[in-house]
C-alpha cells in the first residue's frame, strides 16, 4: 500500500492546463495569502452584488464566505452560458440503463426543463428557504429538480435512491419538506426498484409532506393519491409550468441544499451547503484537478444522491460550462464492459469513478476493456475510499492506455469540494490521494493534537477554512461544534486517519469513529444496528467494518438473539433482508455471527474495536474497561 518510491510523471502533452502548470507557484502564492486566492478565482463568476469580506470569521467555526455578496449557483451554472456560444453545447448527455435511451440538453434546454420544473414548484408554493425533499434515480428530472429549486431559492435535499422507507421517513420528517419529488421507479439491473411504493409508505407518516410529484420512468403500475400525488408530465401541461422563470438572487450564506451523511453516533446528519462559497469551491477544483476544457466530456459516475453527484456530476460541470455525461446503469450490467462502451461511443475524455467500481471491472479481466477504443480519454479520477496501488496500475495502465494521469481526490459530504489530491501537473504516487488543494494545509495529529512527523500515522485535519465548507448541521449547530471543531481546536477533524510522506503526499488509511465505508458508500454503525433491533429476533447488535478486496469493507454484524430464537441460515438471510428493507440494500450486512454476550465496557458501551480484533484474529488489545 505505501510504495512511497513509485512515482509517475504524467505526461504533460496531455493535460497542459497552463494555470496549473507551475503548481508549486501557485501553491506557494495561495499559501501565503489564501484569502486573495480564493478571491481571485470568485472573480471568475458572476454575482450580482459584490462582497463586502471574502471571509467572516468572526464566529468561528461559524465561518462566512463572501459576506454581502448575492447570487444564484444557477446564474453561474446555467444563466450566464445562455448568452454565449454555449447556449447551444450539450449540458447533458443522458444514457438509460437500456443503452437505447438516450437523452440530450443543449444549455438552452437545460434551462427550459429547469424553468419547467421551477414553476411547478412555485404553484405548489415552494418559497425561498423552503427544503424540497428529491428521491430520483440517475434520470435528467434529478438535474432539473435539483437546479428548479436553487433557482427559486429553495433548499433541495436529495435523498439516495437506494434507501428505504424508514431512511427516507427520518430525512423528510427530518427536513420539514412540504413537497417531494420522485418517480414510479428505477432500473437496477434490469429490475425494477419500486421507489413510489417507497415513497408511498415513507409519507405515510410525514405530516408536513403536502404534494408529491412523481416522475414517469419505468412506465410500471403504481398507486396515485389524487389528493397528493401528481404526474409531473401532466403538471408540465399545465399553464403554470409554461414561462420564463426568474433566477433569484440569494445571499451568498443562503443554504443551497442539505444533504443527509452517516455519522458515528445517533441519527445521519444533515450537512448545510450554502450558494457562494459552494460555486466557487466547486467550480475551482473541477477546472484545476481534472484540467477542464470546452471540449471534454465529463463522465462522473457518482449518483446525485451522494456529495460526489452533487458536486461534480451536477453542479462542477455546469459551473465550468462542460459537457455531463450521465448513466442511469451500474458497472456490469447486462455485460462488465458496459462502460467501456459508452466512453467510446461517447468519446469521453474524463471519467471519475470510484476504487469499488475498478476494481470490480479489473476482476473480469482485461479483454473486456481492450475490445473497446477508450483513446478518446485523457485523465482519469478516483474517490469515495482509498485506491489500491493494484487498482491505480490497472485503471492507469489497462483504461487509461498508461498515458493518462490519475487525479485521486480526498474530500467529503462536509467539505464540498475535493480537500486533498493531485492537479494533472503533478508527479502522482499510486496510493496516496495527494497534496491539500491550494489555500488549504493539513496535518497528521496525535491523540492530544500535536503535529506528527511524516510517516507517522494519526488523525488527519484541516486547518484552514475553504470557501465549500459546511456552514453547520441543519437545525443542530452544537452537534457541528461537537463533531467537527471541538476535539483540536481551530481545527476541522475529518475523522479519518492517514500520514504524511516526506514529500507532503497525504495517504489516507481510514475512518477513525464508528462509519464504515462500503463500496464507497458511508453507513453508520448506529444505522445498521439499529434496523436490526427492530427485527423481533433480535435483542442486541454490533456492526463493524472488516477489511474486503473488491468493496473496501464489509459489515460484520454481531448478534445477540432474543428468547426462543436460534441461530440459523433462514434467521441470517432474514435479517440481511430486514436490513436492506428498512435501511437500504447497500448497508446488507455480509456476514453475522451469533455470540452469547457483547463485549462492553463497565458504562454499557459496545467495544467494537474488540470485536474487531476477534473477528481478525488479532490482539484485543487494552481491556481494562471491558465489563467482565
Ligand atoms: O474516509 C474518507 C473517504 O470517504 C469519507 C467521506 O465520505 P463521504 O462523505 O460519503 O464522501 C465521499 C466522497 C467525497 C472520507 O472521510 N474518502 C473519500 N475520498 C477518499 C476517501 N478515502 C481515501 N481516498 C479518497 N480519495
Known sequence: MTDHKDVFEPDQSIVDNAWVSDWKALEGKAKADPLAYWEERAQELEWSKPWDKVLDDSNKPFFKWFTGARTNIVTNAVDRHLTTARRNKLALIWVGENTD??????????????????????????????????????????????????????????????????????????????????????????????????IDDAVKFSPTVENVIVVRNTGSEVSMDST????????????????????????????????????????PKAIVHTHGGYQV??????????????????????????????????????????????????????????????????????????????????????????????????ILGSVG??????????????????????????WQTETGMFQITTVPSMPLKPGAAGRPVFG??????????????????????????????MRTLYKDPDRYLKTYWEKYPGVYLTGDSARIDEDGYIWIIGRTDDVIKVSGHRIGTAEVESALISHPAVAEAAAIGLPHDVKGNSIHCAVILSQGYKPSKQLTADLRAHVAEVLSPIAKPDIFDFPEKLPKTRSGKIMRRVLKARALGQDEGDLSTLEE
Not at 440 to 469: H, I, R, S, T, Y
Request: aromatic share 12%; glycine share 8%.
Open 228 to 267: 397528493r400525488d401528481h404526474w409531473y408530465h401532466e403538471l408540465c401541461k399545465l399553464p403554470i409550468a409554461k414561462g420564463k422563470c426568474e433566477t433569484v438572487q440569494v445571499d451568498a450564506e443562503d443554504p443551497l441544499f442539505i444533504l443527509y451523511t452517516s455519522g458515528s453516533t445517533g441519527t
Open 440 to 469: 488549504q494545509e493539513a496535518a497528521v495529529v496525535d491523540e492530544d493534537g500535536n503535529e506528527l512527523p511524516a510517516g507517522k500515522e494519526g488523525f488527519l485535519v484541516l486547518k484552514n477554512p475553504w470557501p465549500a465548507m
Open 385 to 410: 475510499e482509498p485506491i489500491n496501488p493494484e487498482a491505480w496500475r490497472w485503471f492507469h495502465d489497462v483504461v487509461g492506455g498508461g498515458k493518462c494521469p490519475i487525479t485521486d481526490t480526498w
Open 281 to 378: 469551491g466547486t467550480y475551482t477544483t473541477l477546472k484545476q484537478c481534472f484540467d477542464i476544457k470546452e471540449e471534454d466530456r465529463w463522465w462522473c459516475t457518482a449518483d446525485p444522491g451522494w456529495i460526489t453527484g452533487h458536486s461534480y456530476l451536477v453542479y462542477g460541470p455546469l459551473l465550468n460550462g462542460a459537457t455531463a455525461f450521465m448513466h442511469e446503469g451500474g458497472p456490469t450490467y447486462p455485460y462488465p464492459d458496459g462502460w467501456w462502451q459508452l466512453i467510446e461511443h461517447y468519446g469521453i475524455t474524463s471519467f471519475y469513478t470510484a476504487p469499488t467500481a475498478i476494481r470490480t471491472l479489473m476482476r473480469f479481466g482485461d479483454a473486456w476493456v481492450r475490445k473497446h477504443d477508450l483513446s478518446s480519454l485523457r
Open 101 to 198: 435511451e438516450v437523452r440530450t440538453f443543449s444549455y438552452f434546454a437545460l434551462n427550459r426543463e429547469v424553468e419547467q420544473m421551477a414553476n411547478v414548484l412555485k404553484a405548489m408554493g415552494v418559497r425561498k428557504g423552503d427544503v424540497v425533499t428529491i428521491y430520483l434515480p440517475r434520470i435528467p428530472e434529478i438535474f432539473f429538480a435539483m437546479l428548479a429549486c436553487a433557482k427559486i431559492g429553495a433548499v433541495h435535499s436529495v435523498v439516495f435512491a437506494g434507501y428505504s422507507s424508514e431512511a427516507l421517513n427520518a430525512r423528510i420528517d427530518g427536513s420539514e419538506s412540504k413537497v417531494v419529488i420522485t418517480a414510479d421507479g428505477s432500473w437496477i439491473n434490469g429490475k425494477i426498484f419500486p421507489m413510489k411504493q417507497i
